[in-house]
């Protein structure tokens, strides 16, 4: 069973403070994303990165992929009250003819003001 | 931005009933995915299908069955609503090209009474 671990599960900080979530798993991806999710919406793409040690920069959030593209991080900086949601990381695998995403557990996030 | 549609985004029924939870997505991708969801929690990929006329079952059991007769319409059928279905029900698409990115609709929130 492919697994894609992701931590925090939940983080609560106040604005203005830094964070970082982690996915990581034991297997290669040939890409991964990190998806962002509001109440009672589905999912939006924030990014992707294909290449063993890639970054990737969206305004205050800076996303990683390891070297081995087996992990990843979301680090934002100076989190805001508008950053709140669920952050969810996913690895794509080859299935047969396809490919498939992994889904990380999710990282519920809550800025205060 | 995604084309990809879901109705009803709220539907509450009473046990028994038979459902169709609809989505369509006019960005002619071949890739249409179900996914269950408690709200903030992980995702659960219980259909998918990668192209006409095929079907499969995901990761998670479920009671539910889908049809593919349209490229572009990926309907989810409930044949006798049970309280335990009551949950967020996402439907997403991906195609050649996305670099595996799904795209996500609103979603529908079902609750079983």
């Known amino acids: 069973t492919q697994l894609l671990e992701q931590s925090p599960q939940f983080l609560s900080i106040q604005e203005g403070e830094n964070l970082t979530v982690y996915c990581n798993s034991s297997s290669v991806f040939s890409s991964l994303q990190w998806y962002r999710q509001e109440p009672g919406e589905g999912p939006v793409l924030l990014v992707t990165?294909?290449?063993g040690g890639e970054v990737k920069k969206l305004k205050r959030l800076t996303f990683q992929f390891g070297d081995a593209r087996k992990d990843s991080s979301l680090h934002i900086t100076a989190a805001q009250p508008g950053d709140t949601g669920l952050y969810l990381c996913?690895?794509?695998?080859?299935?047969?003819?396809?490919?498939?995403?992994?889904w990380g557990l999710g990282t519920s996030l809550a800025v205060n003001p | 931005e995604a084309d990809i549609y879901q109705t009803p985004r709220y539907l509450v029924i009473g046990t028994g009933k038979k459902i169709t939870l609809e989505c369509s997505q006019t960005?002619?991708?071949?890739?249409m995915y179900w996914y269950q969801q408690d709200p903030g929690m992980e995702l659960h990929l219980i259909h998918y299908s990668y192209g006409v006329n095929s079907t499969e079952k995901g990761d998670l059991s479920s009671e539910s069955t889908v049809s593919r007769i349209r490229t572009e319409h990926f309907p989810l059928t409930l044949e006798s609503a049970r309280p335990s279905h009551t949950s967020q029900y996402l439907c997403a698409s991906s195609g050649v090209g996305t670099s595996d990115t799904q795209y996500f609709g609103p979603g529908t929130r079902l609750t079983v009474l």
């Open positions: 990165v294909v290449t």
């Open positions: 996913a690895g794509a695998v080859e299935a047969g003819n396809n490919r498939k995403l992994i």
């Open positions: 960005m002619g991708h071949d890739k």
